[in-house]
Nanobody, 123 residues
Framework: VQLQASGGGLVQAGGSLRLSCAAS????????MGWFRQAPGKEREFVAA??????TYAADSVKGRFTISRDNANAGYLQMDRLKPEDTAVYFC???????????????????WGQGTLVTVSS
């Protein structure tokens, strides 16, 4: 399964972007989809996740500003509102299959990764 992330770009602080993540195989069962980000010189960090039941999770730094969702066609979305310069990073989508452990915040829980899309927030 391949994931294709898109929707990144340059936006001013306070603006919005919507990231998309599409899986190459519609028949593949995604048990959880997550978004992670990596800023220059920093480690990759958890942003948000949604599991098979529709439960959503978000890092404290983005709660109330970012919303994760998915549709029935194995596509996921990250709506990012009220963006801040500190949100600048490469954003990666990830998917977990049947062996999903439930640790939505851990990158190790996801077997499939997209190539990343750059989000730049100017002040």
């Amino acid at each position: 399964v391949q994931l294709q992330a898109s929707g990144g770009g340059l936006v001013q602080a306070g603006g919005s972007l919507r990231l998309s993540c599409a899986a190459s195989e519609r028949g593949f069962s995604i048990y959880a989809m997550g978004w992670f980000r990596q800023a220059p010189g920093k480690e990759r960090e958890f942003v948000a996740a949604i599991d098979w039941s529709g439960s959503t999770y978000a890092a404290d730094s983005v709660k109330g500003r970012f919303t994760i969702s998915r549709d029935n066609a194995n596509a996921g979305y990250l709506q990012m509102d009220r963006l801040k310069p500190e949100d600048t990073a490469v954003y990666f989508c990830a998917a977990a299959g049947p062996h999903y452990s439930g640790a939505y915040y851990s990158s190790a829980s996801y077997e499939y990764w997209g190539q990343g899309t750059l989000v730049t927030v100017s002040s």
